[in-house]
């Protein structure tokens, strides 16, 4: 139980294009959703925190207008990287939570590269 | 500021030794400590939660919690080669929202 998947697992996009991608609890309703970005050899930086039903909360230094995150239903939340940068190359990883439990769950991840 | 953390290491032992992991955390009101390990190039994957002070094992894992020291450590009984990863521990504040993660031990596990 506790599957959490992503999608694309890698992408990789010209500069100035927007990319998105799908974070999905498969077998658990998660009423909230986290985003992360991790750089090679560095630890998980949390970007924003995603309710069903309401705006993200993102943390500081974050830019809520170019990360756009969307959590319409209690098993899908999206982030789309807005006119995306080389410097936006990173491997983003979502994770989810059951309602009620402090456990959070990983997706597998998505490999960005911008060229 | 919440803080957790770790050495980052590296921690070497040999293959079948019991290797340590330490992580100490600055938020005496923390009620929730997780280990995720994370292979090279993977996402975090749970190992184990622990709640309350004292011992939880699971199959070769123990996590040991320790709140009035304000410290969680997880013990990994014989090692194999396919424990070396980087252990993360994280956090949860009773009411937030989110986990504080240390920044890893990297172990190595020789064969």
């Known amino acids: 139980g506790a599957v959490v998947s992503q999608h694309p697992s890698w992408v990789i996009c010209k500069s100035g294009t927007s990319v998105k991608i799908e974070c999905r609890s498969l077998?658990?309703?998660?009423?909230?959703m986290f985003w992360y970005r991790q750089f090679p050899k560095q630890s998980l930086m949390l970007m924003a925190t995603?309710?069903?039903?309401?705006?993200?909360?993102?943390e500081q230094g974050v830019e809520k207008d170019k990360f756009l995150i969307n959590h319409a239903s209690l098993t899908l939340s999206t982030l789309t990287v807005t006119s995306a940068h080389p410097e936006d190359s990173s491997f983003y990883i979502c994770?989810?939570?059951?309602?009620?439990?402090?456990?959070?769950?990983f997706g597998p991840g998505t490999r960005l590269t911008v060229l | 500021q919440k803080e957790v953390e770790q050495n980052s290491g590296p921690l070497s032992v040999p293959e079948g030794a019991i290797a340590s992991l330490n992580c100490t955390y600055s938020?005496?009101?923390?009620?929730?400590f997780f280990w995720y390990r994370q292979y090279s190039g993977k996402s975090p994957e749970l190992i184990m939660s622990?709640?309350?002070?004292g011992d939880k094992e699971d199959g070769r894992f123990t996590a040991q919690l320790n709140k009035a020291s304000q410290y969680v450590s997880l013990l990994i009984r014989d090692s194999q080669p396919s424990d070396s990863a980087t252990y993360l521990c994280?956090?949860?504040?009773?009411?937030?929202?989110?986990?504080?993660f240390g920044t890893g031990t990297r172990l190595t596990v020789i064969p």
């Open positions: 994770s989810a939570r059951i309602a009620g439990a402090d456990t959070q769950y």
């Open positions: 077998d658990f309703q998660a009423t909230t």
């Open positions: 995603s309710n069903e039903g309401s705006k993200a909360t993102y």
């Open positions: 938020d005496r009101v923390s009620q929730s």
């Open positions: 622990i709640y309350s002070n």
């Open positions: 994280a956090v949860k504040e009773t009411g937030a929202n989110n986990l504080f």
